[in-house]
């Protein structure tokens, strides 16, 4: 049988923080996807950048866009390529981020700019791209800042914005913010892009903490995950008016952390019809199938090999895990766990 192989492009963020020596996971990774099987490749270190957390792929453009979550954030450009049946990166440059640690980028439908979420900072950043995709200037084009807090001292003194989303319809940019329990809304310029203050579009039960955000196919329920309160929150979406009401709290997985372990949920994803959501802590995917009015119930739990499963990527089928702190790449199908590879500190999981 001939095998079929998909590139996957791997963001890491290793537990000794900003600046640990290269091999130890401080750069973007490529590691093979046999599409039949699902079986994994060897890993290869393909660039050296600081705290790649996350990831973005243009590939009209032909670029990947890397975070740089650190104290000074940027936001690095690649061109991707192909040598010897592989895909490849070259830097193109990198940019301030418009904030301290950005955790999260989207690309604009536009081709022109590029939305930042930068945690520490809270702020929400748009860069300027170049016309052959890459990062232009010495300063973000806007940076977009809030106030507020939450009633969970220790995470929610100020705001923390944890990522960002493109509202169903394209006339807003959502920005879900862990520390004030809201989705910031702003007013989208579709020509250009750029943004304009637009108030909240959702606000959550104090001291959910949202975390990551997916809609449903036709774009009337947004799922959330909510780090804090360990629920994934499902809204009523009104894509006319870009506002989200909350109709349903789920818990994100079943109890299980033990002594000293605390559940985090972490990043959602619609597949099909079903929802997905890993659980750091726990260590577990949880799918959950939506009812005719969005609202979900449990269908299911996967006990994960690796530690702290930050993010994961559905691929032609295969779900693969980032299990961070398990220096591991898992893939599961079926509720069953595929196969594995070790890699140091995997933090996001993005298709080449």
Same mark, same amino acid.
């Given at each position: ?16 923080g ?10 973007v $990774? ?11 490749g ?34 690095? =450009?690649f ?7 592989? =895909?490849t ?9 418009g904030?301290? @640690? ?6 604009d439908?536009?081709?022109?700019? %590029? ?37 969970? +001292? ?6 923390? %914005? ?22 910031r809304?702003?007013?989208? @310029? ?10 909240? =579009? +959702? ?6 903490g949202?975390r ?16 804090? @309160?360990?629920?994934?929150a499902?809204?009523? $979406?009104d ?10 709290h ?6 299980? =952390? ?14 099909? @019809? ?13 799918t959950?199938?939506p %009812?005719?009015?969005?609202?979900l ?10 530690? $702290?499963?930050?993010?994961f990527?559905?691929v032609?089928? $295969? ?9 591991s790449l ?21 298709? +080449?």
């Open positions: 049988m001939t095998e079929h192989l998909r590139d996957l492009w791997i963001g890491t963020y290793p537990s000794a900003a600046g640990t020596p290269a091999g130890l996971g401080e750069g $990774w490529r590691v093979a996807l046999e599409t039949d099987g699902g079986r994994l060897e890993p290869e270190l393909v660039v050296t950048t600081p705290a790649p957390s996350f990831l973005a792929v243009d590939r009209q453009a032909g670029v990947l866009l890397a975070v740089g979550e650190e104290a000074d954030g940027t936001v690095t =450009a061109r991707t390529g192909t040598a010897d049946g592989h =895909a990166l070259t830097p193109l440059g990198s940019v301030p981020s904030g301290a @640690d950005p955790c999260h980028v989207l690309l439908p536009s081709g022109r700019v %590029a939305y930042v979420a930068n945690y520490s900072s809270g702020t929400l950043a748009v860069l300027a791209r170049t016309p052959d995709g890459g990062l232009d200037g010495d300063a973000p084009l806007q940076v977009l800042g809030h106030e507020g807090s939450g009633p969970v +001292a220790d995470r929610q003194e100020a705001p923390h %914005a944890h990522f960002v989303a493109l509202a169903p319809g394209g006339s807003h940019v959502l920005v879900v913010d862990l520390g004030t329990d809201e989705i809304r702003y007013r989208r @310029d579709p020509g250009t892009g750029l943004l304009s203050e637009d108030g909240i =579009a +959702a606000t959550l039960r104090p001291g959910a949202p990551h955000l997916a809609f449903s196919a036709d774009g009337r329920i947004a799922y959330v995950t909510c780090e804090l @309160d360990v629920t994934v499902v809204l009523a $979406w894509v006319e008016r870009a506002t989200g009401r909350v109709v349903q789920v818990p994100a997985a079943e109890d299980g =952390a033990g002594p000293g372990r605390r559940a985090l949920p972490s990043h959602v994803e619609r597949a099909g @019809d079903r929802v997905l959501v890993a659980t750091r802590g726990t260590d577990v995917l949880a959950f199938a %009812a005719p009015d969005g609202t119930a449990p269908a299911g739990q996967v006990s994960l090999p690796g530690a $702290w499963p930050r993010h990527a559905v032609e089928g $295969w779900t693969v895990v980032a299990d961070q702190v398990g220096d898992t893939v599961l199908r079926d509720g069953a766990v595929v196969s594995r590879v070790a890699l140091p500190a995997p933090a996001c999981v993005v298709p +080449a």
